[in-house]
């Protein structure tokens, strides 16, 4: 499964992105290839995906990493695809955390937070959720604390943004 999962990064990476990697190192695209398919697994952990979550997924993204929206799209379709196709979180979290620094696998809690509380609520299944990958990821209590609270700040001002 592992070199499936990266024989899929590199195709898509090779093909779509030739631009985005040029800027970026090979193991950052495979932190947002990782990142973003526990981003989809989160909108389906209280099993109402919704487009709110969706958009939560895309704003989180394309403010953590900088790509277009049709490189975007694309990555989110390959996401999707590596979710469907997990079997444990273990594939992806073990990747980004002997991969990439503290402060990555904080901002990726940070993102799974977001699309957690992007319905205005965090249940108790996303909650679960994001504790288990931060745990995977060995972030620290006081950290998955702070991201909780960012972004619920970043909420709040999306939704300000909207009024």
Do not use: C
Request: no cysteine; aromatic share 6%.
């Amino acid at each position: 499964m592992p070199g499936a999962m990266l024989k899929t990064i590199q195709e898509f990476f090779h093909a779509q992105l030739e631009e985005a990697r040029s800027k970026t190192s090979h193991d950052e695209n495979q932190l947002h290839l990782a990142a973003a398919a526990l981003l989809i697994e989160m909108t389906r952990a209280d099993h109402q995906r919704d487009d709110v979550e969706m958009q939560a997924v895309l704003r989180a993204l394309k403010r953590s990493y900088s790509y277009d929206d049709e490189q975007l799209a694309t990555l989110l379709d390959l996401a999707e695809a590596e979710a469907a196709d997990m079997t444990s979180y273990h594939e992806f979290s073990s990747l980004i955390k002997n991969g990439f620094s503290y402060e990555d696998r904080v901002r990726v809690i940070a993102m799974l937070w977001e699309v957690a509380f992007a319905d205005g609520r965090i249940d108790h299944h996303e909650e679960h959720l994001v504790r288990k990958i931060a745990g995977l990821l060995y972030v620290r209590r006081e950290d998955i604390v702070a991201a909780k609270s960012l972004a619920i700040q970043h909420h709040e001002h999306h939704i300000g943004d909207k009024t």
